[in-house]
Structure formats: structure tokens, C-alpha cells
């Protein structure tokens, strides 16, 4: 089966904007009862953009693909399900297009891979930490990366780039509220570069926390 470039999943035909998208992500469910915890994401305008509910320790999946994720857009509508891979809860994940039933995911579904820094090869290595690279499409994750994510994510302060032209998808960083305050870490600023999927930078990041955390 060919690999699907990286192009074909990021850049959108209908890319005008010139400026980056702006999403502010918090590290908390929208859902109010106990037992959940996940990720609220507002975009530029506080309209709410993404959200992940992980009460997923509840459901069947918890003996058959537990510890899956599904990011949600704001009406509730599952985009991708975000698969830990057996026996790598901590080193690599992998996404799927749509909601994942219970173990159900085709392996034709799935989107990309994404795997910590902690276990990158010598080939990947570099004078930036990189905290993990993502291999898009049916790719393996040991090869040759599509995206890098370089800097300190528990620190939110890193870049997702291409590793092949080097240019920055995105930006992580902490919440700024003026020039003097600063908000904590559950609090934090997304910036994705023009032309590139909002919905794929946004799955690296549920990713990131979960391998960096």
C-alpha cells in the first residue's frame, strides 16, 4: 500500500487565511461529572472549536482498547479515536479516522503514529530535544519522520515542524493574558500555521500529553 504524504493530510485546498489559527486549550473536560478529565479548546473567537471527554475508563473499551481517546469537534461529532499501541502506553500512539467501537478500528483508517523522543533512533537525533515524530498514513513509526515536535511540552514551549523543509506547523506555548500575567499549564495557546489541519495538530497534542505526562 503507498504512503500517503504528509501534504494530503495537512495542507487544505481552501487555505486563504494569512494569518495562524489561534486556539486556547484547556486541560479540562467540557463534561461536569466526576470521573472525566480531557481537553476543552476554544477558538480566536471563544467559540468552542475541539473537545476530548475521557470517561472511556467506564465503557467496554476499558478490557479491549482501554485508554483511548476520541477528539471531538464542538457539537460532539468524533473526528479521531487515539489508540495507545499495546504494550507502549508510554511510548507510542496511534490515530483513526471517526469513533473507534470498542477495538474496532480498520487498519485502513489510520491517520498517523506518533511515538515519544525518549525512544527516537540515533537518525532522528539533533541539537533541538525532540520530545516525538509523527509517521503519517499506514507508515511504521520507526521510519523516517513526517513531523517533529521540538522543545519541552510539560513546560509548554514546543514546535511541530516538517522534518523535511523544516518549516513550523504550529507552536505550543503558555497562556498569556497581558504582558504581566501568565496563566498555569492547564492553560495554554495553539498556534497553527496557514493551510495546515487544525484537527490533526490538535490530535498531536492529546498525544503529547499523554507521553510527555
Not at 504512503?3 to 489559527?21: C, G, N, S
Not at 516538517?162 to 518549516?167: A, E, L, M, R
Not at 497553527?192 to 497534542?205: I, S
Request: charged fraction near 25%.
Amino acid at each position: 500500500m503507498s504512503r500517503i504524504h504528509p501534504d494530503d493530510m495537512l495542507l487544505k485546498e481552501d487555505a486563504q487565511l494569512l494569518r495562524p489559527a489561534v486556539l486556547t486549550v484547556w486541560k479540562r473536560s467540557s463534561m461536569s461529572f466526576q470521573g472525566t478529565d480531557g481537553f476543552t479548546v476554544f477558538d480566536h473567537h471563544g467559540r468552542l472549536a475541539f473537545r476530548v471527554d475521557n470517561y472511556s475508563r467506564k465503557s467496554c473499551c476499558i478490557t479491549g482498547g482501554g485508554g483511548r481517546l476520541v477528539l471531538m469537534d464542538g457539537a460532539g461529532k468524533a473526528l479521531l479515536t487515539l489508540k495507545p499501541q499495546v504494550l507502549s502506553m508510554q511510548y507510542q500512539w496511534n490515530a483513526y479516522r471517526g469513533e473507534d467501537k470498542c477495538g474496532t478500528s480498520s487498519p485502513n483508517s489510520k491517520v498517523f503514529s506518533m511515538r515519544s523522543g525518549s525512544m527516537l533512533f540515533h537518525r532522528h537525533s539533533s541539537k533541538d530535544d525532540v520530545e516525538a515524530i509523527v509517521v503519517m498514513g499506514h507508515g511504521q513509526s520507526d521510519q523516517t519522520p513526517d513531523f517533529r515536535i521540538e522543545g519541552c511540552f510539560r513546560r509548554r514551549n514546543c514546535k511541530i515542524k516538517s522534518s523535511t523543509t523544516g518549516q513550523m506547523v504550529a507552536k505550543i506555548a503558555r497562556k498569556r493574558v497581558n504582558n504581566k500575567i501568565l496563566l498555569g499549564d492547564d492553560v495554554f495557546t495553539l498556534a497553527v500555521q496557514p493551510g495546515f489541519d487544525t484537527q490533526l495538530v490538535m490530535a498531536f497534542v492529546i498525544i503529547l500529553d499523554r507521553i510527555c505526562g
